[in-house]
């Protein structure tokens, strides 16, 4: 299993953004399946060359390490310091898989680099950079249910044919109506993790319905908005303009239980991520990040005033 020996730091110009694939139309060399996990699985299956063993982050969720464990894939973990850049051993070599993360879509340059500078295979790890262009030359997974908040959808892009593919969706588990959102959700993604399938024509329907052109452009007008405010206090050293849609504006400051401060004010924030924080020290700069980063909201579904709100609640406790 393995990829192309050399990759090009520039995007594929035939993929200006990952939301055509998902409309009606639109491109055709992705193919989606019932999660971001599930896309990921289908890569390893596709891989052109063996590899002895995959290097991974840290900092990323635990569910990015299963379909390598299902495999019998060794696994590697490299750090990234606290602006989010990777930081690769020595010790890696062409023989080895590079997963290159791409956080929250805010991260693509690093990703380039990675793909130019590693001799060996890399996959891509979209699932929360979904408007992020592909690569030339490197296999990519998106996740697209965390952008629509559908119950399923992943999407894999691949500069080779994908001739390995896993079964058809088949039935999923129907929750009651008396559950709440969040056990639902847990029910959920508990069903998902041990399902590598393709997503059913429903599913792929259900993504083609939402409006991804619009969802990209709102988020990318909020991203600014956010970034103009709070640039200043914000440790993380971003971009002025985000590069494509972001998933979210994460801000790391020094404001002491700011994350407590807007949930009581109705805003709860999700950590990216809580395994990380198990799994490393309190001076490592992974768990720094996941204990402190929080991830402001974008996208349609906000209002421009709730946006201020959140800036204003916020500068408020600064």
Aim: proline residues 10%; charged residues 20%; neutral net charge.
């Amino acid at each position: 299993m393995t990829g192309p020996t050399q990759h090009p730091m520039q995007a594929d110009p035939s993929i200006p953004s990952i939301a055509p694939i998902l409309r009606p139309g639109g491109v055709t060399n992705g193919t989606c399946f019932i999660s971001g996990r599930a896309a990921l699985g289908c890569l390893l299956d596709n891989m052109s060359r063996p590899f002895r063993r995959a290097f991974i982050p840290i900092f990323t969720c635990n569910t990015v390490l299963e379909p390598f464990r299902r495999r019998g894939i060794s696994i590697m973990r490299y750090r990234v310091n606290k602006q989010l850049t990777p930081e690769i051993p020595d010790f890696i070599t062409e023989d080895d898989l590079l997963l290159a993360t791409n956080y929250f879509g805010l991260t693509g340059s690093d990703v380039a680099q990675l793909c130019a500078s590693h001799p060996g295979p890399v996959i891509v790890d979209a699932a929360t950079a979904l408007y992020a262009a592909a690569p030339a030359g490197v296999p990519v997974f998106y996740s697209p249910r965390k952008f629509c908040h559908a119950p399923h959808g992943g999407l894999a892009v691949s500069p080779e044919a994908l001739t390995t593919l896993p079964p058809q969706q088949g039935q999923l588990p129907v929750y009651p109506a008396r559950l709440s959102p969040a056990l639902r959700i847990f029910r959920q993604e508990r069903e998902l993790r041990h399902r590598e399938e393709l997503l059913s024509s429903a599913g792929r329907a259900k993504l083609a319905q939402f409006d991804w052109a619009a969802d990209e452009a709102q988020r990318r007008r909020h991203y600014a908005i956010l970034h103009a405010a709070l640039k200043d206090i914000n440790r993380l050293h971003l971009p002025d303009e985000a590069p494509c849609g972001p998933m979210c504006y994460p801000l790391l400051t020094g404001i002491p239980n700011l994350r407590d401060e807007l949930a009581d004010a109705g805003l709860r924030l999700p950590l990216y991520w809580p395994e990380v924080i198990h799994r490393t020290t309190a001076i490592d700069a992974e768990n720094i990040l996941a204990r402190h980063i929080l991830p402001l909201p974008l996208g349609p579904h906000l209002h421009e005033e709730t946006i201020h709100h959140i800036i204003a609640s916020i500068l408020g406790t600064a």
